[in-house]
């Protein structure tokens, strides 16, 4: 028995995007989900590689009051 859980999502893809992803999933005969997870997992290694936001720029101290 899987203990996958199913947790329904919505995700907004630019319609460029959404027409290669539907261009795939048919070409493969897949769901756009199944299609979207292999994508991720391919790129998750690379995705760890780009800094995150907080990362780019360390959060700077308040300014000192002026004396």
């Given at each position: 028995?899987?203990?996958?859980?199913?947790r329904k999502q919505s995700l907004y893809f630019p319609?460029?995007?959404l027409g290669e992803i539907q261009k795939q999933a048919e070409r493969q005969d897949r769901s756009l989900s199944w299609?979207?997870?292999?994508?991720?997992?391919?790129a998750?290694?690379?995705?760890?590689?780009?800094?995150?936001?907080n990362d780019?720029?360390?959060p700077q101290p308040p300014p000192l009051p002026p004396r």
């Amino acid at each position: 028995m899987s203990n996958t859980d199913h947790r329904k999502q919505s995700l907004y893809f630019p319609e460029e995007m959404l027409g290669e992803i539907q261009k795939q999933a048919e070409r493969q005969d897949r769901s756009l989900s199944w299609i979207v997870q292999q994508a991720w997992k391919l790129a998750r290694a690379d995705m760890k590689k780009i800094p995150g936001i907080n990362d780019v720029m360390p959060p700077q101290p308040p300014p000192l009051p002026p004396r």
